[in-house]
Each structure stands twice: as structure tokens, then as C-alpha cells.
């Protein structure tokens, strides 16, 4: 009789949970509800499917982004050799073509003969066998209330936005032109520059947008990476050309004159047909966004091929329910992963999917349980988000998780390159040690 894993959820977290424990032998049943139950912003029934953001952000090695990948190649990551197949210019950072990337997951976990794809929803954690919970911020509410039960915490939730997607062929590159910020790097965003004038008109009738409104008690809840525009806009006149719109670096080379206010477009497929407007997650209607969004010069004729949409996210309080191996304190068959766990972004979450299945594995086996080294990205990661922690929010890879010998150097890039020395060393022999 097989001794099955359950990995519940085949977002990203759960994609590489469950090829871990089929490459290294051991039977995984992977649980993934859509498409018979879909959630509010997945369109497929696709492992891995992306539903904000195309990009896996920034590959340069003395980035806190770059180092987790660096860290991810080593412990194995499925996710990362997929993306390369898939990526998409995006200058520094690592995009995919959103549809060819799922397409591609996909098809490597129905390749290994050691995992059974369930397409049913998974509504309740049986205590004698071992799982991976990795439902993500979109978490069912059935199993969302079961998990609550179970640690006897009431989960903790904020909202995330996506961001609009223009169609090519709608913009008017007579206005719209390439650049790279401060030309670091090569031309792959679209620029759309507003004077004074038009930046102007465009934040007011963003501050005044129709807007979908929340629950009351969910107001404050907002995870700070993901501020909608429109609240951004809302905390001054110029608050939005010291964010999303920031001009700094983007000269026109039309006018030689650096624009007042810049919108940048990012490549989201191969063929360059579809952009995603960069940091304008909304939870605006969508007739207002066609509306407001067209104010933007070269976009008057845009076609809005996916509008913003805004959701509830789901987090567990991590500090009170796991330990740093992503094992529940109380249950020691079951183990959590992705964002439902408190990491926040892609890299992040498909990581921590990496370290719940070689723990879930040991435990199989009978083995001790790791911890990653906590001068690993990751392993500072997964310390924060299980150290006590009365304000507990979600968090991503940041050198500011990071202390150690670095510290005592003043220069940014020297500390970050010896942060980066010692994370690889850590991780290395940690993977030589499991």
C-alpha cells in the first residue's frame, strides 16, 4: 500500500512541493480544486498559473530577488528551470509568458508517475496522513474555517489588486517610447510620459474613481506592496510621482526633457502582444478604469484585455502556528507552504514550498527536521515569519531580514555582495547535508 503526501493547493508553493517529493521517489497525491471551483482571479485550470504580476522580479546577484533564486537553483527548483524556458524581456528581472509557463508546470508534474492529480476540493486535514497545505491567499473558505479550528487562531487577511493588461496593438507609440531607467540596462518597458496638466486631471479623477467597496472591518487590512493606485493617490498630489509614476531616469528622447509624471508598461507574453501597467493594482470598477486609465497619453484607445481586480487574501499567523520547518506546532503530520503561510510573492512562496516537502519527506522517513541556515535569504525569511511576532504581516526576501558580517561594512553593495557570499555558502552545504 502506498504511503501517500498530500500537497493541497498547485499554485506555486504546491508545484514545487509536490516535484520535490516525486523526484526524490515518494507518491504524492497533488489536490487542486479549479477548474471545477474556481477562484476570483484564476482563469485556467493550469498548475502554476500567475494571477497578478508576470515577473519573478530581479535575477542580479546582489539583490535580495536574485539571491533567492540563487538559493532556489540550489535546493532544485522546478519553477525556476520552467521560467527560463518561458521568460519574456523584462531588462534585470525574470518575466514569463504567463500561459506558456502554466501550460509548461503543468505538463512536467503529469509527467512524473509518482504523483496523482486530484481535481477536487480538499475541505478538511485528516490527522493520519502527512499534508502540505499550500491553498494560497485564495484559500477555500471551507478549508480556510477548518484550518482555523484546528490551531484555534482566527486567520489573519488583507486585500491584494491586480493590475490592468493593454493589448499591443491598442497603444499609440507615437507618444508611448522605450527606456530603461537611467538607461541602466536595455529598453524593455514602454514609457508613457504626462506633463504637468495631464498628470494633474489624471489624479483627480483617480481620487474621485467609483470604486468596489470592501467590508468595513477590512479597510485597514491592506498589505503595503500591494496599495491600490487610487489609495495612493489619495494620500496627496504628488504621492503617485514618487511611486508607480515616478519620473526619475526616463528621459524622452523625443523632447530630451525628463515627463512630469511616467506610466511603465511590462512585457506579459512572448510575442510583446499583451502589457501589464507596472504597480496599478486597483480595486476600481471596471468602466471607471477604461475610463480614468485612458487619460493616460498613449493610451486613449487602449484595449483592456484583463481589468484590476481586487480580492481577500488569507494568511495564517504563522509565528503562533509553525515552526522555522513549516511544521504546525500541533499537528506534526501536517506542514504549510506559500503564501498562506506568510511569505509574500512568487519566489517566496514556491521556495517555502521546496523546505515544507523536504520536512514533510523526513517525517515520512522518521528523519530530524531541518531548519535552513538563518544566513540564507530563505532561511531569514522562515525565521521571521515563525518568530513571535505580535504585528505579524506578510513579508518578502529583503537584506534587511539578514545580519552578520556584513554589517560592519558601510557601503550598500559591498554589504549586499557579502550577504550574498555567505547566504550561498550557507545554502550549499545545507544541500549537501539532507
Known amino acids: 500500500m502506498k504511503q501517500w503526501i498530500n500537497v493541497i493547493g498547485g499554485g506555486l508553493a504546491g508545484s514545487e512541493a509536490a516535484y520535490y517529493l516525486a523526484a526524490h521517489g515518494q507518491p504524492v497525491r497533488l489536490w487542486e480544486m479549479r477548474p471545477h471551483q474556481m477562484t476570483p482571479v484564476h482563469k485556467s485550470g493550469e498548475l502554476a498559473e500567475l494571477v497578478c504580476s508576470n515577473s519573478f522580479k530581479s535575477e542580479l546577484p546582489d539583490t535580495a530577488q536574485g539571491l533567492l533564486k540563487q538559493e532556489m537553483k540550489l535546493l532544485g527548483s522546478l519553477l525556476l528551470r520552467v521560467a527560463e524556458d518561458c521568460r519574456v524581456p523584462a531588462g534585470a528581472a525574470l518575466a514569463v509568458d ?144 514618487y511611486g508607480p509614476l515616478r519620473p526619475v531616469g526616463l528621459i524622452d528622447p523625443r523632447s530630451g526633457q525628463r515627463p512630469w509624471a511616467v506610466l511603465q508598461l511590462r512585457q506579459e507574453n512572448r510575442e510583446g502582444s499583451l502589457w501589464g501597467m507596472v504597480g496599478f493594482q486597483t480595486r476600481i470598477r471596471w468602466k471607471e478604469q477604461q475610463r480614468i486609465f485612458r487619460m493616460i497619453p498613449g493610451l486613449e484607445r487602449a484595449e483592456f484585455v484583463r481589468y484590476g481586480v481586487m480580492h481577500r487574501n488569507t494568511f495564517i499567523n504563522a509565528p503562533r502556528v509553525l515552526h522555522g520547518t513549516l511544521q504546525s506546532r500541533l499537528y506534526p503530520n501536517l506542514f504549510f507552504a506559500g503564501q498562506l503561510c506568510g511569505v509574500e510573492g512568487y519566489m517566496e512562496s514556491a521556495a517555502s514550498g521546496i523546505l515544507a516537502a523536504v520536512n514533510a519527506l523526513r517525517h515520512r522517513r522518521g528523519q530530524e527536521l531541518v531548519t535552513l541556515p538563518e544566513t540564507s535569504m530563505l532561511g531569514a525569511l522562515l525565521r521571521y515569519i515563525s518568530t513571535e511576532n505580535r504585528h505579524f504581516q506578510p513579508m518578502n526576501a529583503n537584506f534587511g531580514l539578514l545580519a552578520g558580517e556584513g554589517t560592519k561594512t558601510k557601503n550598500k553593495k559591498e554589504r549586499y555582495r557579502v550577504y550574498a557570499e555567505s547566504a550561498l555558502q550557507a545554502m550549499n552545504s545545507f544541500v549537501g547535508s539532507i
Not at 139 to 150: F, G, K, Q
Not at 193 to 221: C, N, R, T, W
Open 98 to 241: 504567463r500561459e506558456r509557463f502554466a501550460r509548461a508546470v503543468s505538463a512536467e508534474l503529469a509527467a512524473r508517475t509518482e504523483i496523482s492529480l486530484v481535481r477536487e476540493e480538499f475541505t478538511a486535514i485528516p490527522g493520519d496522513e502527512i499534508c502540505i497545505v499550500a491553498t494560497g491567499p485564495l484559500t477555500s473558505d471551507a478549508l480556510a474555517e477548518h484550518i482555523a479550528c484546528l490551531h484555534g487562531e482566527d486567520n489573519l487577511s488583507f486585500f491584494d489588486a491586480v493590475a490592468p493588461t493593454v493589448a499591443a496593438d491598442s497603444l499609440d507609440m507615437d507618444v508611448i517610447y522605450r527606456a530603461a531607467r537611467y538607461d541602466k540596462g536595455s529598453d524593455d518597458y514602454l514609457n508613457c510620459p504626462m506633463d504637468k496638466e495631464q498628470y494633474e486631471a489624471f489624479h483627480a479623477a483617480l481620487v474621485a474613481a467609483d470604486e468596489i467597496e470592501g467590508h468595513s472591518v477590512d479597510k485597514k487590512l491592506f498589505f503595503q506592496g500591494c496599495m491600490p493606485v487610487e489609495f495612493i493617490a489619495r494620500s496627496g498630489l504628488d504621492s503617485l510621482r
